[in-house]
């Protein structure tokens, strides 16, 4: 008997003495098999311990059941627990998660053009870099729901977290600690939440009664490495200031590490806030004062829409709301 990864859907054909079409009906559940041959078929299967390949097991309705998630980058924290929340969300319906990731426009098109070969049964995207017009042509033929973008045509399968609203609250955490000069690390302006977020953090400054200071913004990636070389680059400048707000998690982390070479402690003299509340924050020196987004909610409400849209129904896609998460990061500035 061939080895178990080895057996295929012919394999069960061969042995019950029937067509491939009629083992994909009785794998699919499907009418219109006689008892005898759907008996043959199931003690095909039992005998082999068969395990149906879910991709492969749509094809005869010319759609898989994989359900494309196209992120940005896959190896990132922020997309790994949008992920899990994505694989609960797909749970008991029948549908698997199938992973591509597209950091730039090239790598973008190239994933999309992956996913489409497996012919998806649905699209779930978290990447600013594909075009909307291209979105709205993908969504005419696969039920897609895109996260963290508004699309014209598209809004009601658009999961939108209201970004300006955590940055307002992580910036007027600060300014209620009596901060006076908020420095500003953020993302590109081509991604919405990055927009969204300085909108957030400049309208935290204007109700304090302070304004936006261009010498006080770095613009940079969401990563590390990014962050790193923004908050450098601030202290460079020889503007002073006594706080960051970083538009995410890891723009903090490597902030937190620029700050700590040149011997600068957090909160003692620079009060840093982030973005994202990744698992790691809690257990940064010191542990990071953030600002929540319900990472594993998004990609759970993000999953449960594609399976209404492949069902003909509407999905119901409120925007999510964020949370201040206060911890040692912060603290009034020294006098």
């Known amino acids: 008997m061939p080895e178990k990864q080895e057996i295929t859907i012919r394999d069960i054909a061969r042995r019950a003495g029937v067509s491939v079409s009629t083992v994909s009906r009785v794998v699919n559940q499907r009418v219109g098999v006689k008892a005898d041959k759907r008996q043959a078929v199931v003690a095909a299967i039992e005998a082999f311990h068969f395990r149906p390949n879910i991709i492969a097991q749509g094809l005869v309705r010319g759609r898989s059941r994989a359900v494309g998630v196209l992120v940005e980058e896959i190896g990132a924290p922020f997309f790994g627990q949008f992920m899990t929340g994505v694989e609960e969300g797909l749970k008991e319906s029948g549908l698997c998660p199938v992973f591509a990731s597209g950091p730039a426009q090239a790598r973008v098109e190239h994933a ?6 497996m012919r998806i049964a649905a699209l779930i995207v978290v990447s600013g870099w594909m075009p909307d017009a291209e979105m709205v042509t993908i969504a005419q033929d696969v039920p897609t729901v895109v996260v963290g973008r508004s699309i014209l045509g598209m809004e009601e399968r658009c999961l939108l977290v209201d970004n300006a609203d955590g940055a307002y609250h992580g910036t007027r955490h600060l300014v209620e600690l009596g901060h006076r000069r908020i420095a500003l690390i953020s993302g590109r302006a081509h991604l919405r939440h990055a927009v969204e977020r300085r909108a957030g ?3 935290a400054l204007t109700e304090g009664g302070l304004r936006e200071d261009p010498d006080l913004i770095v613009a940079a990636e969401f990563d590390e490495e990014s962050g790193r070389r923004a908050a450098e680059e601030l202290l460079q400048r020889g503007v002073p200031f006594t706080a960051i707000f ?3 998690d890891r723009l903090a982390y490597g902030a937190s590490l620029a700050l700590y070479r040149a011997g600068l402690k957090v909160p003692a003299e620079i009060s840093l806030v982030g973005f994202d509340n990744l698992p790691l924050s809690a257990f940064m020196t010191p542990p990071l004062t953030t600002v929540r987004q319900p990472l594993v909610e998004m990609g759970r409400m993000a999953a449960q829409a594609v399976i209404s849209l492949r069902a ?13 998460i206060v911890r040692e990061s912060t603290a009034p500035p020294r006098r």
């Not at 999309?112 to 070969?117: M, N, Q, R, T, Y």
């Not at 509407?314 to 201040?324: I, K, M, N, W």
């Open 112 to 117: 999309v053009e992956l996913l489409a070969d």
């Open 201 to 203: 953090y400049v309208r």
């Open 246 to 248: 970083a538009e995410s």
């Open 312 to 324: 003909g129904e509407a999905p119901r896609l409120s925007p999510l709301r964020t949370e201040l």
